[in-house]
């Protein structure tokens, strides 16, 4: 399996953009999580989704975050007006069963000026 | 908030010396899972130890598990300069029966040759 995939790798856009995140979980996997790392609040869940079905999405900031799983294959993390302090490395991973070891993407570092 | 806090923050170490990090939790858990990340790269699972495990070996790793103090540590022993990352313990807390993780800050690892 090609692990993980997530597009695009790296996203530079201005302020009041709509940024559009994409994942493709591995085939199997049940459970799905995006996260948000930075420097100064680390590795944060923003949302996650069982069976396509959003599960928890209390650490999504605010409503300009929205994320969608439209099948088991794909999922998407928007962003709508976009702002600097949204600059981060946005990590989706899967996992099987929950609990289980979570298999992580390689992230998408997104600026925005 | 953080569920799991690693201890120390930062780590240095020349190559073949062992390498011991610690992580404390507050609530009961289903199990605990250790992580690597290297620079610029996704997570990566090194281990999952369950609440009625005490001990796990993978490898060159050892973790342990002590419930009744909230605690776990990773232990890396003859460490090369390829552990350089930083390590994040992360737990399944029992009170979530969907399979959330909580990570803690991490710990960064650097091994010197």
């Known amino acids: 399996d090609a692990g993980v995939i997530q597009s695009p790798r790296h996203e530079v856009t201005e302020m009041g953009q709509e940024v559009t995140l994409r994942c493709k979980p591995i085939s199997g996997h049940d459970y799905l999580f995006w996260y948000r790392q930075t420097m100064m609040r680390g590795l944060e869940l923003l949302i996650y989704?069982?069976?396509?079905?959003?599960?928890?999405d209390s650490g999504m900031p605010e409503d300009r975050f929205s994320a969608k799983m439209p099948n088991a294959s794909f999922s998407t993390l928007k962003i709508q007006p976009s702002e600097p302090r949204d600059s981060a490395v946005y990590f989706c991973a899967s996992s099987q069963q929950g609990y289980n070891e979570q298999f992580f993407g390689p992230g998408t570092r997104l600026t925005v000026l | 908030s953080q569920q799991g806090e690693e201890d120390p923050q930062a780590l240095s170490i020349q190559e073949g010396e062992n390498a011991t990090m610690n992580c404390s939790y507050k609530t009961s858990i289903n199990n605990l899972q250790w992580y690597r990340q290297n620079s610029g790269r996704g997570l990566v699972h090194l281990i999952l130890?369950?609440?009625?495990?005490r001990e796990k070996h993978s490898g060159r790793l050892r973790v342990t598990l002590d419930t009744s103090k909230k605690s776990s540590s990773l232990l890396i022993t003859a460490s090369r300069a390829a552990d350089t990352a930083s390590y994040f313990c992360?737990?399944?807390?029992?009170?979530?029966?969907?399979?959330?993780?909580?990570f803690g800050a991490g710990t960064q690892v650097v091994v010197t040759p």
């Open positions: 989704f069982n069976n396509n079905v959003p599960i928890d």
């Open positions: 992360a737990t399944a807390p029992s009170t979530d029966s969907w399979g959330k993780l909580q």
């Open positions: 130890i369950r609440s009625n495990e």
